[in-house]
């Protein structure tokens, strides 16, 4: 039995993979760096379109990963 390798499909997914991953630790990134936004110290809030952005920004990445979890579990689908 040959098994063949489809060359072109495999660097297509480690293509997909990267360029998901990357997008995923920059949103998360850039949503921690708008949550820290403010100083509790010197009394200056954060302002609440940064809390907001940060938020959905995190909850993108969230969906990210939970449709990930749904492409890998077969159960699922």
Do not use: K, N
Not at 11 to 39: E, K, M, Q
């Amino acid at each position: 039995m040959d098994l063949e390798i489809e060359w072109g499909s495999l660097v297509l997914v480690l293509g997909v993979a990267f360029i998901t991953t990357v997008a995923v630790v920059v949103l998360y990134s850039v949503g921690l760096r708008l949550l820290s936004l403010g100083d509790p110290q010197s009394g200056t809030a954060r302002p609440v379109a940064a809390s907001v952005a940060a938020w959905t920004l995190i909850g993108i990445c969230g969906a990210v990963v939970l449709y990930g979890v749904y492409l890998v579990i077969p159960q699922f689908h």
